[in-house]
């Protein structure tokens, strides 16, 4: 049974060494959660081959700080997923939320949703 729902699209690049990070339209790991469009699935090693991207449901990603379980994630720099904090006056977009606690450089579970991500903002 799957838990999520997941597209093609054609890698930008050699991305084997990016499974479980945010990947943009373009095929290439995503700079801000604005830009992703979903969670690398596969370990595409050329430009043009197809890259499975998870934009709905469960999935494993890759964690670039500490997250705590419960918590909600966003995109940081180089596709990886962090804990949403936001400054006063600023704004963040959260695309998931994580199912255990993990620390930098682990593999994490969350829940997500690329299709329309919660932007969340504060005075």
């Known amino acids: 049974m799957s838990y999520n729902y997941s597209i093609p699209v054609a890698a930008g690049g050699d991305l ?3 499974q479980w990070r945010a990947i943009n339209i373009s095929g290439t790991l995503a700079a801000t959660p604005a830009l992703a469009l979903g969670i690398l699935l596969n370990k595409p090693d050329a430009s043009g081959e197809d890259a499975s991207l998870v934009y709905l449901g469960r999935s494993k990603y890759a964690a670039g700080g500490a997250v705590t379980a419960g ?3 966003t995109v940081a720099t180089s596709g990886w997923f962090v804990a949403a904090t936001v400054a006063s006056g600023n704004s963040t977009r959260v695309v ?3 199912m255990h ?3 930098s450089g682990e593999i994490g579970e ?4 690329f299709v329309n991500g919660t932007l969340v903002a504060f005075d």
Request: charged fraction near 5%; glycine fraction near 18%; proline fraction near 6%.
């Open 71 to 73: 918590g909600p994630l």
């Open 110 to 113: 969350g829940l997500f949703n």
């Open 16 to 18: 084997s060494a990016v």
């Open 101 to 103: 606690t993990v620390v």
């Open 96 to 98: 998931g939320r994580a």
